[in-house]
């Protein structure tokens, strides 16, 4: 059985599939509950290193012994990758419902980030529009902040890595590679025609931007297709099928993690 992060029985976590966050993002994890609790009055989210009176900050001594004490973070990270239309958010769906993860949809925290017209809103809009991809100290600030708000640790991180920048970036902030990878292979044509269907009013579903969209995944994603079959981590998905078919050949990988748990 899967087991929840925010308990401290960490002696029961099985060891080569769960992540022990290393100390960069153990780092930004304290760096940003210390400052939660000397910035805002009454923050209730974070138990164990805040107190009411304030606590001195940990030491990095402190820090690292609560990684080998096993104490604070252990997540369990899979990247699901795939072309435009391939399915990735659909099967992402069946996977919460099956598995109880946490989706992670780094296009919806962008397209989020464009509705909030945060300070980031236009450059995001106009970058998805030309079908480029958003630097990746954007995006993966957004995904770090996802990863320290839930108190679930399983998460699916749908549409990303995109680069290898990407990827890169991700290891040197968060500190971790992903557990496995899920890779949702799709014909050309095929994505053209759902995207074209998809009818969710983006920005980014017309057949120019597709068509850009699809360079870039050939140019920049099968890099990072290639890296993570190279270790071993990536499950190809045949992603032609009806959406149940296509799950069926998803479920195995989570089933199997979930019997070594
Ligand atoms: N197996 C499938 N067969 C046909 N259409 C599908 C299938 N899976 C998803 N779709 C549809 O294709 C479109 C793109 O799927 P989506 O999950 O949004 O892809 P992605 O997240 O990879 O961009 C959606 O309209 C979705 O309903
Ligand atoms: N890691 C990412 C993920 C998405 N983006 C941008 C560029 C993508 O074309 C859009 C939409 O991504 P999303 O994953 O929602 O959509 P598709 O899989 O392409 O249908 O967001 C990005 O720049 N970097």
Known sequence: MWRRAS???????????????????LNLFFISQHHHASSSSSSSS??????????PPLTMMQQQQQVNDGIPISRFITFVLGGPGSGKGTQCTKIVET???????????LRREIVSDTKYGSMILNTIKQGKIVPSEVTVKLILRELESSHNHKFLIDGFPRSE?????????IGAEPNTVLFFDCPEEEMVKRVLSRNQGRVDDNIDTIKKRLKVFEALNRPVIDHYAKKGKLHKINAVGTVDEIFEQVRPVFAAFEQLN
């Open 165 to 173: 920048e990407n990827r890169i970036a991700f290891e040197q902030i």
């Open 7 to 25: 308990t401290s029985t960490s002696s029961s976590l099985s060891s080569s599939f769960i992540i022990k966050s290393s100390s960069s993002l």
């Open 99 to 109: 598995f109880g993860f946490n989706h992670i949809s780094a296009g919806d925290l």
């Open 46 to 55: 974070s138990s164990s290193s805040s107190s009411s009176s304030s606590p």
